[in-house]
């Protein structure tokens, strides 16, 4: 059983480390356990033989564990919380990285690397002692083309036409999120030329998505559908400019051509895994800060990166 991470991104980059598992492994039951909001998402992981919701409370949760009986934990997620729950289901054997004083509770602790060394990906798989691994298991969802072209005509997309994905939020805090207007101007731009525009976000975003759909033209779809159905519809997207964010991951796993715009974050840490995956950025020499807020108010690592710079990446791309 692997307990997935809680972000959407690292749940994303998850499936990295479930394909090393059953190359290794192909014969292993694999249980894949996490939040019930990922399930959709879940089922669009050749890997995962089940998917197993996990409830918030400790005690209902460890209970849907030891149900499973399982023999092998593999536990993603930093929080003590998770570790414990694995102890208290009696898994035998428990391995994950020492955090938050829970190393007590897992008798296969590993020390994490720092940040600067690898991406998320190969820690994870560090797990499995083979970093070195990633390349070769990049995470690669499995969207059902005939799905999401009926899932798109259902809302108002013609497959048929050129289709550009914007992604302008970013759950973490706006010290990650491009200036609205930035992503206002690549939607003109598209949209000039014949394209359809379409603003991708979860429930949390459909303020922000629906008031920049007014200002700025295009779809608004931001709430109106699940992970999987997201999925399904980035797979369809000629082009996607997106915040470092779970929806970035979710269009490279998917194999969209991705334009991703990196601020507060590290694009060496959490990259957009994917042969038509581009990231432009400021640089500038208080980034990455890793904080949710500027200290200096400006978010200069952001508001400096112009729509120019993101349309030629799109022009790269193509």
């Known amino acids: 059983m ?7 991104g690292d749940f994303v980059l998850a499936q990295g480390l479930l394909r ?51 023999q092998h934990a593999i536990v993603l997620p930093n929080s003590f919380r998770s570790a414990l729950t694995s102890w208290l289901a009696r898994i035998p054997r428990r391995t994950g990285y ?21 991406t998320l990906l190969e820690q994870f798989l560090g797990l499995l002692d083979e970093p070195a691994a990633a390349r ?32 302008p939020g970013a759950a ?48 608004d779809l931001a709430g109106r559908t699940d992970l999987g159905e997201a999925a399904q519809l980035l797979s369809l997207a000629a082009a996607v400019v997106s915040n470092d964010s779970g929806l ?3 269009a490279a796993a998917v194999g969209a051509p991705v334009t991703a715009v990196f ?18 950025s400021n640089p500038v020499s208080c980034a990455p800060c890793f904080a949710r807020y500027c200290r200096f108010g400006d978010y200069r690592c952001l508001s400096g990166v112009s729509p120019a710079q993101v349309l030629a990446a799109l022009d790269t791309a193509a």
């Open 263 to 280: 601020g507060s974050s590290d694009a060496g840490f959490t990259p957009p895994l994917g042969d038509q995956a581009r990231v432009v």
């Open 136 to 167: 070769a298991c990049l995470p690669r969802l499995a969207p059902d083309h005939d799905a999401a072209e009926g899932l798109a005509r259902r809302l108002g997309i013609d497959p048929q036409r050129p289709l550009l994905a914007l992604c």
């Open 248 to 250: 970035m991951h979710l």
């Open 98 to 118: 020492r955090r938050d004083l829970r190393g007590g509770l897992l008798n296969d602790a590993r020390s994490r690397p720092p940040r600067s060394v690898g």
């Open 2 to 8: 692997v307990l997935a991470p809680n972000w959407l």
């Open 20 to 70: 090393r598992l059953k190359q290794r492994h192909p014969d292993t039951r694999l249980t894949l356990a996490g939040r019930p909001a990922f399930a959709s998402l879940a089922r669009l992981m050749p890997e995962v033989d089940l998917y197993l919701e996990l409830p918030r409370a400790v005690r209902a949760a460890t209970r849907r564990l030891k149900d499973g009986h399982f």
């Open 172 to 219: 973490f805090g706006p010290a990650k999120r491009w200036p609205s207007g930035h992503f206002g101007s690549v939607a003109r731009h598209y949209s000039d030329r014949g394209w359809q525009v379409a603003w991708f976000g979860g429930r949390a975003e459909t303020r922000m998505c629906a008031a920049v759909a007014a200002l700025h033209g295009g779809l």
